[in-house]
Nanobody
Framework: QAQVVESGGGLVQAGGSLRLECAAS????????MAWYRQAPGKQREFVAS???????TYANSVEGRFTFSRGSARNTVYLQMNDLKPDDTAIYYC?????????WGQGTQVTVSS
C-alpha cells in the first residue's frame, strides 16, 4: 500500500529542536519529490521544505537556516531537523510525496512550541 507516515512531533520550548521523520511505503519509495507542509490553527496549509530525488532542497523563507531536510540511508525515509524553534512554528506538519502525477499526503504530526 502506497502511503507516507510521519512521526517525531511533540511539545518543545522556544529555542529547542525536534526531528520529524517521514517513511514512504509501496511504490512511492521512489518518489521524485518529497516535502513537508504545515498548517497552523485558522491558517492555510503552507510549504515548509522539499527535497528532490537528486537531493536538491528548497526551504520556505520562514525556516531557512533553522530547518534541514535530508534523506536517510534508506531512500524511503526523510527527515526534517528543526532547530531554534519559535512559537510561530506551531502547526500540524504533513509529509507529502509526488510520483508520476500522483500526490500522497500523510496524516500529520503535531508540533507545539511554547514561549
Amino acid at each position: 500500500q502506497a502511503q507516507v507516515v510521519e512521526s517525531g512531533g511533540g511539545l518543545v520550548q522556544a529555542g529547542g529542536s525536534l526531528r520529524l521523520e517521514c517513511a514512504a511505503s509501496g511504490r512511492i519509495v521512489s518518489a521524485t519529490i518529497m516535502a513537508w507542509y504545515r498548517q497552523a490553527p485558522g491558517k492555510q496549509r503552507e510549504f515548509v521544505a522539499s527535497i528532490t530525488d537528486d537531493g536538491s532542497t528548497t526551504y520556505a523563507n520562514s525556516v531557512e537556516g533553522r530547518f534541514t531536510f535530508s534523506r536517510g540511508s534508506a531512500r524511503n525515509t526523510v527527515y526534517l531537523q528543526m532547530n531554534d524553534l519559535k512559537p510561530d512554528d506551531t502547526a500540524i506538519y504533513y509529509c507529502y510525496a509526488y510520483l508520476a502525477g500522483n500526490r500522497y499526503w500523510g496524516q500529520g504530526t503535531q508540533v507545539t512550541v511554547s514561549s
